[in-house]
């Protein structure tokens, strides 16, 4: 592996589209500990789902690709994707509500 595979990341997606009442949130958990990743996610009041993820810059970009994708009856619309200070604050993957 390289050492830019290693880089440790922190991103903050939104997520718009068919994302909530479709299990979406669960999906996020899976693939986030799958993937050793660490952080939440959320359902917003405006329908958007928001996950916060910290890890591997390498796993985060997989999760990315997942979250494109979305569970099965859910809907992407559109995903925005904000890069933010590492703070190595979380000690798993978690939905808050």
Known sequence: MSDESKIMKRVRI?????????GFRYYVIK?????KIKGFVKNLDDGKVEVVAEGDSRRLEELEKLLR???YGSK??????FTE?????FK???VIF
């Open 14 to 22: 939104l997520i718009s589209g068919l994302v909530q009442g479709v």
């Open 31 to 35: 693939h986030a500990r799958k993937l």
């Open 69 to 71: 994708k979305g569970p």
């Open 76 to 81: 992407v619309e559109d995903m925005k994707i």
């Open 85 to 89: 200070q590492y703070k190595n604050e």
């Open 92 to 94: 798993d993957f978690d």
